[in-house]
């Protein structure tokens, strides 16, 4: 019965691949020598990071390997995080369950070669489980399901550090009488009266997300007004909010695509206009519909591509990819009453893998995994000449 599905899951995949899409060979990577792949970074328009259990790959959008790094752990650490932080660094988190976090950063030698920098270091005062952390410019954030934390990281030529900030985004700093329950945050970066700002999306199983504006100063974030993007009333059926893209943002509008933890509902894409810290308008504008594997991880965007992850208990995951283009934040048009539903344009498929790699590419193109040490490039430069 189990190979039967097997096979006839490898049929679809073969079916499916074939529809826009123009595939490459998949290249397997060695399972013993790099471990499964986790998660992954891109650190310039032709190189990106994978993350595997014991090393990190740095390869080429031709998927060559370029490069490896080891990753310093225990063997009861897991490190499943990966961001860059700059042209020449990226960073690596690492935790053992429910105990103090820590990162390690890496910086090129080269342009196809990196090495450990520092130490590894420990988040101050912080011995919790953390469901992720993230960062941008030097301002580190740790993210728990009562509070995103924001920490400074303090970088010198031949060192590095990790400052504790006043800045703990909980119930509190949101003014909510009831805990919280944050699954995930993303942001973005927009110019207001000359000044680098952030609109920061810290989304909320229930209500939907909170909004955060962050002021840029000597490249530490630092957040001056937030509210509600409250989408529990939105729609006639409960919807749980998992994580979130930001298309494109101005201090007052964005236009945003929610994943949702699948219980019948599509993830959605929503334009929100920021009237006041009190009051946020909500339109729903696009939904986006498929099988019904929930979604899993981040949303992933380019041009008018929308990407999502979606898997099933069995850990097979499909990746959707969406053709549309959705309107700038501050442009003017008519919402619709009622906000189309799109079906994605393809499907790449995997058998079972623990974690799953999705990227988009420069030039139109995709790279997904397949099982847990495979990678595979594809083509869809159809989409492109569709929009034009
Ligand atoms: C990287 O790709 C983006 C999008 O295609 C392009 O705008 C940018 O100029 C590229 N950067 C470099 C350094 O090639
Ligand atoms: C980059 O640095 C590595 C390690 O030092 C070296 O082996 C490699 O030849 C260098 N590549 C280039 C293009 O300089
Ligand atoms: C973190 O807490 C655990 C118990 O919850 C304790 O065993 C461990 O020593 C603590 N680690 C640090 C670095 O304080
Ligand atoms: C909090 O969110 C998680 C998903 O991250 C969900 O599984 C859990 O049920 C939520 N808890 C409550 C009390 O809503
Ligand atoms: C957003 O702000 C810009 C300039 O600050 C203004 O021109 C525009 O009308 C505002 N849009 C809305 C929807 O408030
Ligand atoms: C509204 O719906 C029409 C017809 O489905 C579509 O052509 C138009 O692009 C939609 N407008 C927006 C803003 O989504």
Redesign the pocket.
Known sequence: MKIFYILSFIVTLCKTQINMAFCDDYIEYDMNYFGKFISNAKLSNNTDAILAEKRVLIIDDELNVL?SLPIPKTQTHNCEWIFQQSSDTFFVGCQKNGESPYLIAYRS?????Y?QFGDIVYFPNLNETIIKVTGTLNTLFTIQSKKVTLFTLVLSASDWSIKTTQNVLDKNYFARTTEINITDITLAPFIQDNLQQYKLIVVEYNLGAFWVDAVVRNNILSPFRNGLINLYYFSNYQKYYQSAVIHSTTQNVSQIVFTIFYNGNYDISIKVVYVSTYTTEVYETYQFRSNEWASWNKPILFGNLQGILRRNTLKQSIFNVYNIQIPVANAQYESNLTSPVYDPVDTFTSPPQDFAIYYFNTGYRVVHSIENNKLQSCDLYNYKLQME
């Open positions: 490069s030698i080269n342009q196809t070669h090495q």
